[in-house]
């Protein structure tokens, strides 16, 4: 799983914990992104590039 890598935790073998752990940071990461557009839209202070950074950044690319 692409959010396990890129956290460096291969070790896990319980497909469950796995999901539990996936969800967990979907929900994470869906708080910072609304967090950072909530920022955008009052401040206009983070460009979407910045965003997409970011992302990208989080996602190893």
Same mark, same amino acid.
């Given at each position: 799983?692409? $959010? !396990?890598? $890129?956290f460096k &935790?291969?070790?896990?073998?319980?497909?469950?914990?796995? !999901? =539990?752990?996936?969800?967990? !940071?979907? $929900?994470k990461f869906?708080?910072? =992104?609304?967090? !950072?557009?909530?920022?955008? &839209? $009052?401040?206009n202070e &983070?460009?979407?590039?910045? #965003? #997409?950074?970011?992302?990208?950044? #989080?996602?190893?690319?």
């Amino acid at each position: 799983m692409l $959010i !396990l890598k $890129i956290f460096k &935790i291969n070790n896990i073998k319980n497909y469950q914990f796995q !999901l =539990l752990f996936f969800f967990v !940071l979907k $929900i994470k990461f869906d708080f910072i =992104l609304d967090s !950072l557009k909530t920022s955008y &839209i $009052i401040h206009n202070e &983070i460009p979407e590039n910045i #965003l #997409l950074k970011i992302f990208a950044n #989080l996602a190893g690319e």
